[in-house]
């Protein structure tokens, strides 16, 4: 499949670029891929150019993401599909129709909804402490 345009995709550098995303160790990767596989040869694997299919799917289901994104996408659009698969509260996936190209915005506000969700969840724990309390001082 050619590429429109005349950026190259380096397979290797999106495998990269998403395992540190989701921080992922070389180590940790080699693990994953079984025992014929260590950091060095993950390193290797980063630097190519083009990744062998099978390597290839397998390392795209290990960081749970398309195989096509490693395949397939810029740099840019690498670092965007990260913010397109962050999903909402009820599961469902967020559709940005305005891609963040900053990965670092990107990041923040994962973290601002993971500390919202725990804000509530703590909340939560206080009130059902305080229902508990009322209970057993009415006894």
């Known amino acids: 499949m050619t590429h429109s345009g005349n950026k190259k995709i380096h397979q290797g550098r999106n495998i990269k670029r998403f395992r540190e995303m989701l921080g992922i160790k070389q180590e940790a990767l080699a693990f994953e891929l079984g025992e014929d596989w260590n950091q ?3 390193s290797l694997l980063e630097q190519k150019d083009t990744v062998e ?45 305005n891609p963040i190209f900053n990965p670092v915005e990107s990041i923040l506000k994962l973290h601002e909804e ?26």
């Open 40 to 42: 060095k040869k993950i």
């Open 53 to 97: 299919p099978n390597i290839l799917e397998q390392v795209a289901q290990i960081l749970k993401i398309p195989a096509e994104a490693i395949e397939n996408f810029d740099e840019e659009q690498a670092i965007n599909i990260i913010g397109n698969t962050i999903t909402n509260h009820d599961n469902s996936a967020v559709i940005n129709n």
């Open 114 to 139: 993971k500390i919202e969700l725990y804000e509530r969840m703590l909340k939560e724990k206080d009130e059902m402490m305080a229902r508990l309390e009322k209970l057993m001082l009415a006894k």
